[in-house]
């Protein structure tokens, strides 16, 4: 296990959130946090970052209307965006940050932005993926 992983290990404890899955090889964990809107988001150190990935929904609306959208809401994200998998079936949010001078204050910042975009626009993104 490399120091960054244990670093990760540390926040991701240090924050509350619920270890699920853990990979010491792949240097991976899954967590949860229910009151943060942090559901089976992945953690991934891939050196030289870590990556962020937490899937929002599957993507039911493929319009210009519902991608535009997206994009507006992403400027005002304070870490981290809104993006389509290579698939462009599902749309999930992520953020990458650099390993070597991470700090808790980076870390916990990518969770609570998701958080606070969860909670500024969870009810604009269910309607944007529901317009037919």
Do not use: W
């Not at 959130?17 to 992945?42: C, P, S, T, Y």
């Amino acid at each position: 296990m490399s120091e960054y992983f244990d670093k990760i290990l540390d926040f991701a404890n240090q924050l509350s959130l619920n270890i699920v899955h853990q990979d010491e090889a792949e240097e991976l964990i899954v967590v949860n946090n229910e009151q943060k809107g942090i559901f089976r988001m992945v953690i991934d150190c891939e050196f030289p970052i870590l990556i962020f990935e937490q899937l929002i929904y599957e993507i039911k609306v493929d319009s210009k209307k519902h991608f535009m959208e997206l994009l507006k809401m992403n400027r005002n994200l304070i870490h981290g965006a809104f993006v389509v998998d290579d698939s462009e079936k599902q749309l999930i949010y992520r953020d990458t940050l650099q390993l070597e001078n991470l700090d808790f204050n980076e870390f916990e910042g990518t969770i609570n932005a998701l958080s606070l975009g969860l909670a500024e626009y969870s009810r604009k993104l269910m309607e944007l993926n529901q317009l037919s």
